[in-house]
């Protein structure tokens, strides 16, 4: 039996959820201690340490997942609950420095959400017509965080449709009535919502679509019967993004999370050796079970899965071998590279598929150097070199490690293509933006995008990018120290 672990609030980062646990509860002697599981005593100290760390790489972006999914849809005294499942949750503002359950927000689109579980039948998403102009996206992401389906303004169009979502285990026919049915390898699901919002004054706007934004089970859209209901869920609480990094009952949560994930043909030998060490397994993983070689083999394995993390980061993403466009898409896009959706759910959690958006990070200057709020920078676009899109742009700052937005008087976190008109474009026409702490003069804050005091990344993102972005012909240059 999965332990409930106690924990604090989840704060900074990444996710995803589950449902009943089958196995029998089992009494616990506490007079002895425990003896390690069949599982984990069939495999050597070194083989469990390599186990782990592909374990741990592999189920990275699942616990994480599970993380925001349990603050969004599970614990109702989180300030940052949204609400039940199988609901569209929609938020009528952008996001600011106080949502901290995801790193790497936008501040663009406002946010609707709805959290899926599809295990007793599907759902019928409708969505309203939208005028032509503003840019909307439907981002549809299983339990692993592969974007398995898109609807909006790039993939069906603003003219409105009705969508089927099914579960892995449903064998039904497309209902009339039905645009397309969409299949979850998963049996809980993600629905995220981006609408495009024109300024402050365009909110009322945003709300009117928001409402559009409908889910209802099959059933209830066919005017049926529902199906005989499924056992509640007993989630288990989840850990914080730092103990993440480090407890061994982060395998726990993913024996929890794996099993609304049904195994698929081509993971099955790879399932199977996660379970010789219990995740997955009849009984389960229980970290408090293993001998103390297998728990030390456990932890060197976790910690090996982060050594690879930052040198894939230090050697491939800052270099540019690798770009975050890579990181995130289907299945199929990722082909197996469990590493880099590793560092897709670490860097920017549901992050979008590169046909819907990309993600340009500058970690440090011009000069190579890492960019802090002890130095002014200069961001600049030049005169017919802005970003090619077919919606819209947004130049963001972050402040590191947390990754979150950054706090400041003038309570702007990004400037993006809409704000063009309020800002002082330069001689040739082109744009420069001053990232800096203080204020750069009262002449030039029309331009001014806040930094924090301390390290932080900037994010340029592309909203349906044009070929020239996603080809790499068209490219931004890093900020310049000034």
């Given at each position: 039996m999965i332990r409930r672990l106690a924990v604090g609030l989840a704060a900074l980062i990444l996710l995803v959820g589950c449902s009943t646990d089958t196995r029998d509860a089992e009494t616990t002697d506490t007079s002895a201690a425990p003896t390690p599981t069949e599982s984990s005593s069939a495999v050597t100290p070194d083989e469990a340490r390599a186990i782990a760390k592909e374990a741990y790489i592999y189920g990275f972006p699942v616990v994480d997942n599970y993380r925001v999914q349990y603050t969004y849809f599970v614990d109702k005294q989180d300030p940052q609950y949204k609400g039940g499942r199988n609901e569209v949750h929609s938020t009528a503002r952008v996001f600011t420095p106080d949502d901290t359950t995801i790193q790497t927000p936008n501040s663009d689109t406002p946010y609707s959400t709805v959290g899926a579980d599809l295990r007793a039948e599907p759902l019928v998403l409708t969505v309203p017509p939208i005028q032509q102009d503003r840019y909307f996206s439907v981002q549809f992401v299983d339990a692993y965080t592969y974007n398995f389906a898109y609807v909006g303004s790039r993939t069906?169009?603003?003219?409105?449709?009705?969508?089927?979502?099914?579960?892995?285990?449903?064998?039904?026919?497309?209902?009339g009535g039905v645009d397309e049915v969409?299949?979850?390898?998963?049996?809980?699901?993600?629905?995220?919502?981006?609408?495009?919002?024109?300024?402050?004054?365009d909110i009322e706007e945003v709300k009117k679509i928001q409402a559009g934004y409908q889910v209802a089970p099959l059933s209830v859209f066919l005017n049926q019967p529902p199906p005989a209901p499924v056992p509640a869920i007993d989630f288990v609480p989840p850990l914080t993004p730092e103990q993440q990094r480090t407890s061994p009952q982060f395998f726990e949560i993913l024996d929890f999370a794996l099993r609304f994930a049904p195994t698929l043909p081509q993971e099955r030998a790879l399932r199977d050796r996660f379970a010789t060490i219990g995740i997955g397994a009849d009984d389960g993983f229980d970290a408090d079970t293993l001998s103390p070689d297998i728990r030390a083999a456990v932890d060197a394995g976790m910690a090996d899965a982060w050594a690879e993390f930052d040198t894939f980061r230090k050697d491939e993403l800052e270099t540019g071998?690798?770009?975050?466009?890579?990181?995130?898409?289907?299945?199929?896009?990722?082909?197996?590279?469990?590493?880099?959706?590793?560092?897709g759910a670490a860097l920017g959690i549901y992050g979008n598929t590169a046909a819907e958006a990309i993600y340009p990070v500058f970690t440090h200057d011009a000069q190579g150097e890492p960019l802090t709020g002890a130095n002014n920078y200069v961001f600049r676009l030049p005169s017919g070199q802005l970003p090619?899109?077919?919606?819209?742009?947004?130049?963001?700052?972050?402040?590191?490690?947390?990754?979150?937005?950054?706090?400041?008087?003038?309570?702007?976190?990004?400037?993006?293509s809409e704000?063009?008109?309020?800002?002082?474009?330069?001689?040739?026409?082109g744009y420069t933006f001053y990232v800096q702490n203080s204020s750069p003069g009262i002449d030039r804050e029309a331009n001014w995008l806040p930094a924090p005091e301390g390290p932080f990344q900037l994010v340029l993102r592309l909203y349906w990018p044009k070929p020239d972005a996603l080809n790499g012909t068209w490219k931004s240059l890093p900020p310049e120290k000034v």
């Open positions: 069906t169009g603003n003219g409105g449709g009705t969508y089927l979502l099914a579960g892995p285990n449903w064998d039904g026919e497309k209902p969409i299949r979850s390898d998963t049996e809980l699901a993600f629905l995220l919502f981006r609408t495009q919002l024109f300024g402050p004054s071998r690798v770009t975050s466009a890579q990181l995130f898409g289907t299945r199929e896009d990722l082909d197996g590279n469990y590493l880099r959706r590793m560092a090619p899109v077919n919606a819209f742009w947004s130049l963001t700052v972050y402040e590191m490690p947390a990754s979150r937005l950054v706090a400041n008087p003038m309570k702007r976190y990004l400037i993006n704000m063009l008109p309020s800002l002082v474009p330069d001689a040739d026409g």
